[in-house]
């Protein structure tokens, strides 16, 4: 029995590339390699060393007069036209998903990974509504998300649907002896909390003889990522603190590094659409600090120790507290792992096979698309 087809379209800018790899292109990767009742295809931007498991068609934007989403939207039309697959599933991009249910035959749903309320084409409540009255389905990766989607909708013609993010357990590193280590991943940004995370080690590591602090990421994913004015201004107060920033490392560097952290330390500021870098320090077990801010909440609640992203004492108190008390370490180790299991990719890709097959079960190929 041949299995449906399904085009997962990545943003126009997001690699998929286990050298250069966003945090879309890496979930969708995730996915796509655990088994599943369809076949996914992976379409997105051109990169020199796409992931080789799985099947992946780059897409070159079309030569056409207009913005680069709407080019490369074009080009993704006249391919899937040519080869319809049973459900396109479009990620983070309402326009290149609009634009593409006005022009194929086939269902279109779209996944939310930030908020709505900043993208073209939802921005409004009124633009909101036309996303879930035109797609066929709308998903959003936290309960957070959700809210923001329905914000000012009074009577959404389709609800929007959840689909949490998830961690691949089996790429997790063996566990192994921690050390004393603060470590900070994700993107060194004011909106991350990279600040706060140096100015708190400045003040907690005097006092805690052996341990040292680190920091991995850059101000975007990939090898190439610029040194911004924020970058330039941090790396002397760092050097002061004692925190040594790695910059950006391949996705397994950053797992790998989790495994061994005595704490790691994630105190963003802003309204995490998710918070994929808490689940893979829980899924690695390390004991974390967090701020519960968005969707944070969701992961780390009860697993975590929440943090005040805009209190450097607090944190710095925090660290302390924590790094002399082992017992409590070990003890949200644990709690950390068994959060992080009900996210595990298996399941996710079970509920997300379910959702597909739903979304197909109540598409209408008769029923008139918008224009």
């Not at 009742?37 to 020199?48: C, K, N």
């Not at 080009?75 to 609009?98: F, I, K, S, Y």
């Not at 279109?108 to 908020?115: A, E, I, R």
């Not at 390390?286 to 607090?314: F, K, N, T």
Request: glycine fraction near 6%; hydrophobic fraction near 50%; aromatic fraction near 6%.
């Amino acid at each position: 029995m041949c299995k449906d087809r399904i085009a997962v379209v990545l943003p126009p800018r997001e690699a998929f590339s286990p050298l250069a790899a966003g945090a879309i292109g890496l979930l969708a990767h995730r996915l796509v390699v655990q088994p599943s009742a369809f076949v996914p295809v992976v379409y997105g931007p051109e990169v020199a060393a796409p992931f080789t498991d799985v099947t992946f068609r780059p897409v070159r934007p079309a030569w056409i007069l207009a913005s680069q989403a709407i080019r490369y939207a074009a080009a993704l039309g006249r391919r899937l036209r040519r080869d319809p697959p049973a459900l396109v599933e479009v990620h983070n991009r309402p326009d290149v998903a609009l634009f593409l249910a006005a022009r194929l035959p086939v269902p279109v749903m779209l996944v939310l990974h930030n908020d709505p309320q900043g993208m073209r084409c939802a921005r409004t409540a009124q633009e909101r509504h036309a996303l879930l009255d035109r797609l066929a389905c709308v998903a959003t990766v936290s309960e957070f998300l959700r809210a923001r989607l329905l914000a000012g909708v009074e009577v959404p013609p389709r609800g929007p649907v959840v689909v949490p993010n998830c961690i691949d357990f089996a790429v997790i590193p063996p566990a192994g002896p921690r050390e004393d280590l603060l470590l900070f991943t994700g993107r060194v940004v004011a909106d991350k909390g990279a600040d706060v995370f140096v100015a708190a080690c400045a003040r907690a590591l005097p006092h805690l003889p052996g341990w040292r602090a680190a920091m991995i990421g850059a101000d975007r994913f990939g090898p190439d990522s610029p040194e911004t004015p924020f970058l330039r201004d941090l790396r002397p107060r760092a050097a002061a603190a004692g925190v040594t920033l790695h910059g950006y490392l391949p996705h397994d560097a950053v797992l790998a590094a989790l495994v061994r952290a005595g704490i790691a330390v994630m105190p963003s500021r802003w309204q995490e659409p998710f918070g994929l870098a808490a689940l893979e320090a829980l899924a690695c077990g390390a004991p974390l600090l967090c701020s519960m801010r968005g969707g944070l909440a969701e992961v780390a609640r009860g697993a975590a120790l929440p943090v005040d992203p805009d209190d450097p004492a607090e944190l710095a108190g925090a660290m302390l507290a924590l790094a002399r008390d082992p017992d409590r370490r070990a003890a949200l180790s644990a709690a950390g792992r068994a959060r992080a299991a009900a996210f595990d990719a298996p399941l996710a890709a079970s509920r997300l096979d379910a959702l597909r097959r739903d979304v197909l079960a109540a598409w209408s190929p008769g029923a008139p698309r918008p224009i």
